[in-house]
């Protein structure tokens, strides 16, 4: 199989063109001599020549300017420069100005002509798959700027479409609701137990999808920055017996347990009474939902290694599954089979609780193991920038 052209040698003397060839014959790649500089250039452009080797001292050019034409019209080629006069300045002039690879005085020593031409045709080769990386990343990077910015355009139609169809939503619900708790009070007839079942039915998923559209809206605001945080520095403690109160009725009516054990040094911490609210009525109704047996604990610490305070709400319930950890955190999701779930849920919960804790600076995660409970973590940093403030 032919050798692939990818040296070229000017010469004026025949004799050195000739010991060049005999030289290279056993090389990997293919050589082309000349000692025409037109005929060169015509060659250059007729093969997939690397590496130009031209001579000094020639009668129609010099070699300096020979490559100098070569650089103008093939800036990737190569160039070595011959010379049989150790002239300083020449080197000198045909490295710095001529951006030569290499500068070799004739008679060359064997070893360092091939070692010079090898690395020379490494050279063009990286410089090409550099440039062809570089082009594929560029295609790539424009490739990716086209679909982020046609991402972006349809989360933000898809953000514009949930508000509007849950605001939407809101009046019609309203009026289904207090429809339907008129029949049950008895305002507009008296209805029998079966009637009183069904109705009881209806208005429970109609509370539930007033609560999926609230958590909708919510989270909605939270993912596009139109619910700034209003921080407060407050007495976590306080915040915390608040929701524990709103839910002890429901502790009470399971004969499980529902308590708080405060830290003794808990700073004071600044966050948005009103989000923060959120996050626990979260935490502690998914612990109370879960929970048939023992009860559930609230408890805070001071963690002065990270200067934040942690809050941990502790159950004594099923647990969660390890199949189940991927879904925790995230929209729409879940735990458990299908058939096997608590009604009531809107599976948005605790992916709102991840954008709050996280837009306070604060971190969020859950320990369990399955039949033993669980324990959902998060913290609020006691000082640092908190993001999404007003």
């Known amino acids: 199989m032919a050798k692939e052209i990818n040296v070229l040698f000017l010469d004026d003397e025949e004799n050195i063109l000739f010991a060049a060839d005999r030289l290279l014959m056993a090389e990997a790649y293919g050589i082309k001599t000349t000692t025409d500089p037109d ?58 100005l001529g951006e030569v690879f290499r500068f070799i005085t004739k008679p060359w020593k064997t070893p360092f002509l091939k070692a010079s031409l090898t690395h020379a045709i490494e050279q063009y080769d990286m410089v090409q798959a550099n440039r062809l990386l570089f ?21 933000e139609a898809q953000k514009g479409f949930t508000s509007t169809v849950s605001h939407e939503l809101r009046t019609p619900l309203a009026s289904i609701k207090m429809a339907v708790d008129m029949v049950l009070a008895g305002t507009t007839g008296e209805i029998n137990a079966n009637q009183k079942k069904f109705l ?85 109704a ?14 805070t610490a001071f963690m002065p290694e990270h200067n934040e305070v942690r809050v941990a709400v502790r159950d004594t319930g099923l647990g969660i599954q390890q199949a189940d950890f991927p879904k925790l955190f995230q929209k729409f999701q879940q735990l458990g089979d299908a058939g096997e779930r608590r009604a009531g849920g809107t599976g948005l919960g605790l992916a709102i609780c991840l954008e709050i804790v996280t837009r306070h600076g604060g971190r969020i995660w859950v320990e369990s193991t399955y039949g033993e409970g669980s324990c959902f973590y998060f913290t609020l940093p006691i000082q640092g920038k908190m993001e999404g403030c007003s």
């Open 135 to 155: 082009e594929a990343s560029e295609r790539k990077n424009k490739e990716l700027e086209a679909l982020n910015n046609k991402l972006r355009l349809m989360f």
């Open 286 to 299: 998914n612990a109370l939902k879960f929970t048939d047996k023992g009860g559930v604990t609230v408890a």
């Open 39 to 96: 005929q060169a250039m015509v060659l250059i452009g007729e093969h997939p020549i690397k590496v130009v080797v031209s001579d000094q001292r020639m009668p129609k050019i010099a070699g300096i300017e020979f490559l100098r034409k070569v650089k103008a019209a093939y800036p990737d080629k190569v160039r070595i420069l011959l010379s049989g006069y150790v002239d300083f300045v020449t080197a000198e002039e045909a490295i710095n």
């Open 200 to 284: 009881s039915k209806a208005k429970d998923n109609v509370d539930r999808l007033n609560r999926l559209i609230n958590d909708i809206l919510d989270l909605s605001k939270l993912e596009t920055g139109r619910m700034p945080l209003k921080l407060m520095t407050g007495d976590l403690h306080e915040v915390i017996r608040e929701v524990i109160e709103m839910q002890a009725a429901i502790a009470v009516e399971k004969g499980i347990f529902l308590n708080l054990e405060p830290a003794a040094d808990l700073p004071m911490a600044a966050f948005d009474k009103d989000r923060l609210i959120q996050v626990l009525s979260n935490l502690i």
